[in-house]
């Protein structure tokens, strides 16, 4: 992207699960929406009806395209989407379906040291070259255009530091009812807010 190329990236996270209310890692697991989650999404849906988007990517986990749909019905005019294996949520492997509470000595012991895998899954770093990879994509591909994303947590944490750089001890929040727009800009250079 040369230096007065812009991609506006878009960034919605799948409604609130049963498996977020109760506290497990679902990583590239699923389980179905919550009401509250499904209205979540309509209320996101409310703060970009007015967007045009260019195109469409969505996680092909079900939470995800769930919350596509949801978005669909609400925002007539989105494009087909394209349904990525590399927006879907890191892979926790073995620890998959467990609580999170019990997990978070040993996520924090593989955020420290992204070179180790979770059992039967995949590391932080490789989690880091995917999600990189993706926007690298949208870079070449999609200059001067806005594009919406849906997909997870980690995503959007993992674009976040990645891309805009909070320290890595700094919490990352994404609210219920959040929509991120990423600006990318001279040289990679990116703004990031809140809609």
């Known amino acids: 992207m040369n230096r007065e190329q812009r991609l506006k990236v878009v960034l919605v996270r799948h409604g609130e699960t049963e498996g977020n209310v109760q506290g497990i890692v679902q990583g590239?697991?699923?389980?179905?929406?919550?009401?509250?989650?499904?209205?979540?999404?309509l209320r996101k849906a409310e703060k970009i009806t007015r967007l045009s988007f260019d195109a469409v990517?969505?996680?092909?986990?079900?939470?995800?395209?769930?919350?596509l749909d949801l978005l669909r019905e609400r925002i007539l005019s989105l494009p087909e989407a394209v349904y990525s294996r590399d927006l879907r949520e890191i892979d926790f492997g073995d620890l998959t379906g467990q609580f999170k509470k019990d997990l978070m000595p040993t996520i924090l012991k593989h955020k420290a040291d992204p070179d180790l895998c979770y059992p039967s899954g995949e590391s932080g770093g490789q989690f880091v070259v995917r999600v990189k990879g993706f926007f690298k994509m949208l870079m070449d591909r999609y200059a001067n255009r806005q594009i919406l994303v849906v997909t997870h947590f980690g995503v959007m944490e993992t674009a976040a530091r990645q891309f805009t750089g909070p320290p890595a001890y700094e919490n990352?929040?994404?609210?219920?009812?959040?929509?991120?727009?990423?600006?990318?800009?001279?040289?990679?250079?990116?703004?990031?807010?809140?809609?």
């Open 172 to 195: 990352i929040t994404i609210g219920a009812d959040d929509v991120w727009r990423m600006t990318f800009s001279k040289g990679l250079s990116v703004e990031m807010e809140v809609l």
């Open 28 to 41: 590239q697991s699923d389980t179905p929406l919550t009401e509250r989650g499904m209205a979540s999404t």
């Open 57 to 67: 990517f969505c996680s092909d986990l079900p939470r995800t395209v769930h919350t």
